[in-house]
């Protein structure tokens, strides 16, 4: 696609469904624990029931979706504004694309409750296999029968009912759980999926809370000077490679804590909470230590732009701050999430905010960019000072436990 409004076209139709399933990635989140937490207690009543829950909520709320995709369309061009040949491709593009909604969804929940019966290898297979078939397809469809933004989008769809297809064969011939005894009363337990809709609503607020904070700091990172919003994007796209370390070790402290949580194992629990701080200090160690001795290196990596290079040198520093103040917030987030406790991290995630918007207002004035990183850097460590302030609550609770069990 050598016409920079096709590129324009998909970047802000991928915009769109990146924000919407950013949203509800909690879906795969929570069912993680869920699963756990059965497979745990080696219940596989449980264990049918935390992915066929999620699975009805995951298929209700595409189909909403689906059915309100021409409101949708309209309010996601009005607040993108894109230029008008850009506008009509990233329509085609939609217009495509979201019929893999529900789709999507469901394969949260699949590799959500895959992870959380410790079927890592068979979850990276399909992701792996998903991202294959897309790229195939987008050559194949772009580059053969020349499709343009349509074979972009059809090739994503394509992908993601490879996917969903490849998860509900893995499920049904690759697991032991037997759907059959499930019945609509066990499905549609009041309590159950009260629980199950508290843990979901926790992690939705969590979420629009790191939204608000990336979409208000990259809007300021424009009033800037379109320079430093490129240099400001770079530096971010290097915070996700780092934050995506952590997000590892997060989905194992998941998996061993709703594993301790179902078998009522106070000792596997203490030992995830030891491992999962051990690690997060040694990881931020060393990834601090990478960025310190290879940082140019690595901002050179996103830009070639020399103007963009420079500018992100002058604040390059503020990310040698990132992994020591975050780590602890990323990785304990799955401590939390395996267990089902998630109102701790609604509640550190809405002062971790607090503190951004404290930063914000009173410091960007004066400072200008180094404020704003100054605020992104509070945000990051809020959320793990806060979180960290309800772990003793979190043992005395796995504690109590064990000692009743």
């Known amino acids: 696609m050598d016409n920079p409004a096709y590129i324009g076209g998909v970047a802000i139709g991928t915009v769109i469904f990146n924000t919407m399933y950013w949203l509800f990635g909690f879906l795969r989140i ?107 397809l987008d050559i194949v469809f772009v580059n053969v029968f020349s499709w343009g933004v349509s074979g972009v989008a059809t090739a994503t769809l394509i992908a993601e009912v490879a996917a969903l297809i490849i998860g509900l064969y893995v499920i049904v011939r690759g697991t032991t759980v037997t759907f059959k005894l499930l019945t609509v009363k066990q499905i549609l337990d009041a309590s159950a999926l009260k629980k199950m809709l ?8 969590r979420t629009v ?33 780092m934050a995506y370390f952590f997000d590892g070790f997060s989905n194992a402290s998941s998996i061993l804590s709703g594993k301790a949580l179902g078998s009522k194992d106070y000792s596997l629990y203490k030992k995830t909470v030891t491992i999962s701080g051990q690690w997060a200090i040694i990881t931020s160690i060393l990834i601090t230590f990478l960025y310190w001795a290879f940082s140019q290196e690595t901002i050179g990596l996103f ?14 520093n503020w990310l040698l701050l990132f992994p020591i103040s975050t780590s602890i917030g990323i990785i304990f987030y799955g401590i939390f999430t ?43 460590a809020g959320r793990s000072l806060f979180l960290s302030f309800y772990i003793p609550k979190l043992n005395i609770y796995f504690s109590s436990l064990s000692k009743n069990y």
């Open 30 to 136: 929570s069912t993680s624990g869920f699963a756990a937490q059965a497979h745990g207690a080696n219940d596989e009543l449980q264990e049918g029931l935390s992915l066929i829950r999620p699975f009805f909520i995951a298929l209700l709320v595409g189909s909403i979706f689906l059915l309100l995709q021409n409101p949708i369309e309209y309010a996601a061009m009005a607040l993108l504004n894109p230029a008008s040949d850009v506008e009509a491709l990233a329509i085609e593009y939609y217009q495509i694309r979201i019929w893999g909604v529900p789709v999507t969804l469901i394969n949260y929940v699949i590799l959500g409750w895959l992870m959380g019966l410790a079927r890592i290898k068979v979850v990276v297979m399909i992701q792996v296999l998903m991202n294959l078939i897309n790229i195939v």
């Open 198 to 205: 508290s843990v979901n609503q926790d992690l939705f607020i």
């Open 209 to 241: 809370c790191l939204l608000l904070v990336f979409n208000i700091f990259t809007y300021k990172s424009a009033s800037f000077g379109t320079e430093t919003l490129a240099a400001n994007a770079v530096l971010l796209q290097i915070h996700y490679l």
């Open 303 to 316: 830009t070639n732009i020399q103007e963009v290079v420079n500018i992100a040198g002058v604040y390059s």
């Open 338 to 380: 395996g267990a089902s406790e998630t109102a701790p991290i609604r509640k550190s995630m809405i002062f971790s905010l607090l503190s951004f918007f404290l930063i914000f207002v009173l410091v960007v004035p004066f400072f200008n960019n180094h404020g704003l990183w100054m605020a992104f850097i509070a945000f990051s």
